[in-house]
């Protein structure tokens, strides 16, 4: 590192500085202190970004890997229901990484942070052997007992998702193909800035509408067996409602692919008791019912004709390994 | 990884499996959910455990690296005189690595765990490109307005340490030299199984005897500076009385060194203020005075003849970088 690290966690506490009500001490102590609002549980999530697994450089600009990072976190808040509060950064950097580098990933990371009303109130900083190693880490609250879980969904719920479904994974196919070496980020939003879906997941939680709750981190297939194993209940998934993001390059085989196994998509997956009237959009995010709870185990996918398929998962396994 | 991260998080789920009366909800939800004492706030830190910076796999049986890179966010909440509720590893793995190395590192780290009745209660896991990347959270808790801070020694207050100093990095000197290439484990247990202060810290705090308090990773003379730094105050240390760690192949001089200097100790370095009286003991732990609080900035290091020096801060940048 071009820095010592002491250098380093002063700059970033500088840049950091803003308790909020909640946050009571910050970057500079042996721990941070946080106020617990009364009747309140905590929660806690913490999430790799690791170079060469979870971004490259030569795709992703610093601000990019930045909010990434800290999208990954707030969204596990978001999964829950609940207010995330606080953001601890552990960061080791290589020798060779330019301050440039660094400022412009902090600026990344706080602008969410600020746009979250999340104070970033600690971490740890190393040099390490080689690559940017990230693990971001969020704490938030949760009104006592009222935590969405995964294992709470119920048969003949129905299944529903914000937003649309696999526009970040169709962006990471075109530059894994030969055809492109670099996407301009402003065109590819859902990819380079993928936003959090925390007041869907809030308002979900105040108004208890849904029963069981995950983040779409590693792709549909993949998640949704997570509510089904924890529930031990299974799903059938209508393919012709599923949100597929508009990709105009490929062609409906292809974005129903990504809509089911892509990851870092960052939308929420919940069930929802089937007595319960949902609105359209929350929070100004379109909510979409795709399918259904069964007691039946397994996850079938059911086309237009009504013919049923095994889902299988076939999510996310991160770049590193190919897809 | 000979393993999917899958297996691995299934494997560490069932070895961790024991939600206390504070976590609600453990590994295998986006988050986990931990119940809060009313009147108390949170208490969080991070610290790496990075292979190569923070230990080497040739020197380090896993037992001990899975101990110390607890003990790091242990030490951490006692030196804030909190009580550690939970624990949160982010492990990535290079694919090397056997399950049986990764075994006995989640044995070291649950035997600490057990002992500090602290649950392990989420994570995160990944395939790391080279080496063993480790990050450890701890989150505790601490009566409302009780935490002890390092902004609060003041003039005349009493600088206090527990146990002994230098003893760890008398070890890694040994590691370092061309004399010795392994050292026995039970032999250096202050270096491979250094144990965090966790009683003393919270005894301080309940007799409220400790105006302001650090735990001693970085070493005496670096740790000593970040209470005077954030106090806004100076010291003497009296050379004589610090307690030096027995190192028979060594001499007075060398000792007094990594005493002063050597980090990974994990003693508590406190200031009391002059009118309480402190045990010589606390929870079978020694307590000595080394020095005194000063209104003149600076830190100096006092010998027997009364002479004084400015002790330079030349404490630990871990063993990557020499030392």
């Known amino acids: 590192m071009p820095r010592s690290e002491k250098a380093l966690i002063e700059r970033i506490r500088l840049q950091a500085r803003r308790f909020g009500p909640i946050v009571k001490t910050g970057i500079g102590d042996d721990c941070a202190v946080l106020r617990t ?20 450089r030569e795709w992703h600009p610093p601000e990019s890997v930045g ?15 609940g207010d995330p509060v606080a953001a601890f950064l552990s960061l080791a950097l290589p020798k060779a990484i330019s301050q440039r580098w660094v400022d412009r990933f902090t600026r990344g990371l706080l602008d969410l942070a600020q746009a979250a009303n999340v104070t970033l109130a600690g971490g740890d900083t190393a040099q390490s052997p080689s690559g940017i190693f990230a693990d971001i880490i969020v704490l938030g609250f949760v009104p006592r007992g009222r935590a969405i879980l995964r294992s709470t969904a119920r048969p003949g719920d129905r299944i529903c998702v914000t937003g649309e479904l696999g526009s970040s994974a169709a962006a990471l196919d075109q530059l894994l193909s030969s055809r492109k070496k670099k996407l301009t980020p402003q065109n590819y939003p859902r990819h380079f800035f993928p936003q959090p879906r925390v007041e869907v997941g809030r308002a979900l939680r105040e108004k208890k509408l849904a029963s069981a709750m995950i983040d779409l981190s590693d792709g549909l297939s993949t998640d949704l067996r997570h509510i089904c194993d924890e529930s031990g209940v299974g799903a059938e998934i209508f393919s012709p409602a599923l949100p597929v993001g508009a990709d105009p390059d490929k062609n409906r085989t292809a974005a129903l692919n990504f809509a089911l196994h892509g990851g870092d998509d960052y939308e929420l997956l919940f069930t929802a008791p089937a007595k319960k009237t949902l609105p359209s959009t929350i929070a100004g ?3 979409t019912e795709i399918g259904v709870v069964t007691r039946r185990k397994g996850i079938f996918l059911v086309n237009s004709s009504g013919r049923k398929t095994k889902l299988q998962a076939k999510g996310w396994q991160h770049f590193s390994q190919g897809r």
Chains 1, 2 share one sequence.
């Open 37 to 56: 609002p009364p009747d309140h549980e905590v929660l806690v999530t913490t999430d790799f970004s690791l170079e060469g697994i979870h971004f490259r």
């Open 285 to 287: 995010i379109q909510i």
């Open 67 to 81: 909010h990434r990072c800290l999208t990954r976190g707030l969204s596990d808040i978001a999964a829950m229901g």
